[in-house]
């Protein structure tokens, strides 16, 4: 079982920018696949950004251009660095590992889950 910890979330101004981090442990070879979700109030758990064993990349059209997801295989974070922030981004923040490619942003791939953190974006 891989356990995941999320930090980094926190309050911010509109244009602003914020770097979350994902801290996996019990971390096997069969989870090298990575991606953040979020979820605002009244709404469903979205893809934000996955990664690939192999480095392979994707994004939300939301975010394209505005969020960078990264990974450092020696330490086993992730990282999600949010850049020109948006109050629609405004939301809990979630890590997920899975054995299957998480560049599809599928919810229903996902192995683990981390337990969050908050982002608020204000205007």
């Known amino acids: 079982q891989v356990q995941l910890v999320e930090s980094g979330g926190g309050s911010v101004q509109g244009g602003g920018s914020l770097r979350l981090s994902c801290a996996a442990s019990?971390?096997?070879?069969?989870?090298?696949?990575l991606a953040w979700f979020r979820q605002a109030p009244g709404k469903e758990r979205e893809g934000v950004a996955g990664?690939?064993?192999?480095?392979?990349?994707s994004y939300a059209d939301s975010v394209k251009g505005r969020f960078t997801i990264s990974k450092d295989n020696a330490k086993n974070n992730l990282y999600l660095q949010m850049n020109s922030l948006k109050p629609e981004d405004t939301a809990m923040y979630y890590c997920?590992?899975?054995?299957?490619?998480?560049?599809?942003?599928?919810?229903?791939?996902?192995?683990?889950w981390g337990r969050g953190t908050q982002v608020t974006v204000s205007s």
């Open positions: 990664i690939d064993w192999d480095g392979r990349t």
């Open positions: 997920a590992a899975s054995g299957r490619r998480m560049t599809a942003l599928g919810s229903a791939d996902v192995n683990s």
């Open positions: 019990g971390y096997t070879a069969s989870m090298r696949n």
